[in-house]
């Protein structure tokens, strides 16, 4: 288990912009060591600015676009093309704009797909896409995802692992359907905890005075059950990536002054 960094930005457009620069030389440092590279995408407004930035960036050609797996963290569960479905917004975001491989664009599915109504088939069929591209060398029935990236919630819920719920205690399965959830749509689709921490990096997203709060609850040795973002943490690296306003809350003593 790797102990959280922490980089804080001045405000939210900085961080969005410099989180999509680290996310690009991961990509490349990745792809230049093992041919290709696995990155885990996360909704939200923060994981949607990330991808607008990325998209701006004129450093986005660096990355091999099709020797790039994505996977996504969570998924509302609702039909094919819903405005609200991240793989929707990340098509409008960044994908739609770069020449990705669509049989490497790891989808979750959708309400209106093959599974129809029924959550967990859903998540068991994700469970089972992720253990097919897992290799011998990943020691586990997930890949070891370059970076994982989690927005974090005013609750401090990652993916879609809310506080006390069911999912956020699943110690076996890597994909668990979400019934019930304080946020709507109630019914989702989403890693666990135990598939979050297979990555070599996991990133943690958080911008803004409503994220205050949950920041520094879960970076305060809150436990994961009632905190799921503290029991989001990387094999090599879990970094924290803030803006000033999200960050208040924390002692000084904990981050070096803000920078772009």
Known sequence: MSA???????????????????LITKIVDA????????????????????LAALGASSARDAIDWPRLDLW???????????????VT???EALLDSVPVDPARVHAMPASDGPYGSDADAAAAAYAAELAAAAGPEDHGPVPTFDVLMLGV????????????LPGVRESSRTVVGVHGAPKPPPTRI???????????????????EDKAKAVTIALSGAGEVQAPAAGAHG??????????????????????PASP
């Open 153 to 164: 919630g005013p609750d401090t819920h990652v993916a879609s692992l809310f506080p006390e």
């Open 235 to 256: 094999r090599s690296r879990t970094l924290w990536l803030l803006d000033a306003a999200a960050a208040a809350g924390l002692p000084r003593g904990l981050y070096p």
């Open 72 to 86: 996504w963290g969570d998924e509302r569960f609702l039909p094919e093309g819903d405005p609200e479905r991240n």
């Open 31 to 50: 792809q230049a060591a093992r041919g290709s590279a696995s990155v885990v995408l996360t909704g939200g407004r923060n994981g949607n600015a990330l």
């Open 190 to 208: 989403s890693l666990t905890l135990p598939a979050i921490r297979a990555a070599r990096e996991v990133w943690l997203l958080a911008a803004g």
């Open 4 to 22: 959280p960094q922490l980089v804080v930005h001045r405000d939210k457009e900085l961080m969005a912009q410099a989180a999509a620069a680290r």
């Open 89 to 91: 917004q990340a098509r």
